[in-house]
Nanobody, 121 residues
Framework: EVQLVESGGGLVQPGGSLRLSCATS????????MSWVRQAPGKGLEWVST?????????TYADSVKGRFTISRDDAKSMLYLQMSSLKPEDTAVYHC?????????????WGQGTQVTVSS
């Protein structure tokens, strides 16, 4: 059974930073692209970033977070991370880690319960 458990969320002031983590189990982590997606209050799920598997570990980002967020992974620990900097109030959302890439995460249909990030002064 695929398990994805996020942590690291919280309340942060605008301009601040947070690092989210996702502990995974139940599948061969190193074989899959992984993504972060988020859901702002009253809105649907929105893709944020993907990191591909393999030696290249290509990363992609939504325009809204490019240059401020950095996705990374540790295959030895089956962990996914999201370093968020220069946070804005519009980044307030529940952040989920998801199995798959930007193109496949909805098809695979596996994401965690999420961690709340609130950006407010």
């Amino acid at each position: 059974e695929v398990q994805l458990v996020e942590s690291g969320g919280g309340l942060v002031q605008p301009g601040g930073s947070l690092r989210l983590s996702c502990a995974t189990s139940g599948f061969t982590f190193s074989s899959y692209a992984m993504s972060w997606v988020r859901q702002a209050p009253g809105k649907g799920l929105e893709w944020v970033s993907t990191i591909y598997n393999g030696a290249g570990r290509t990363t992609t980002y939504a325009d809204s977070v490019k240059g401020r967020f950095t996705i990374s992974r540790d295959d030895a620990k089956s962990m996914l991370y999201l370093q968020m900097s220069s946070l804005k109030p519009e980044d307030t959302a529940v952040y989920h880690c998801a199995l798959g890439s930007e193109a496949t995460w909805t098809l695979l249909g596996s994401w965690g319960q999420g961690t709340q990030v609130t950006v407010s002064s």
